[in-house]
């Protein structure tokens, strides 16, 4: 049986949404190269930033 790790010791990365760091997870084990954001709220945030124009 494999090793527990500390949390402290996984890989981490910044979200470009928040700009919070979060922490490697067991289901992104496959696609851990292509997750740029922590958490859902987040994805879904993005892509609704650029639908908003600035008002002038």
Do not use: H, T
């Not at 500390?6 to 292509?34: S, T, Y």
């Amino acid at each position: 049986m494999a090793r527990m790790r500390k949390k402290a010791d996984l890989p981490n990365k910044i979200c470009v949404q928040c700009g919070k760091p979060f922490a490697w997870r067991k289901k992104w084990e496959r696609v851990w190269d292509e997750v740029r954001y922590c958490s859902d709220r987040c994805r879904a945030e993005a892509k609704r930033a650029p639908a908003r124009a600035p008002q002038d």
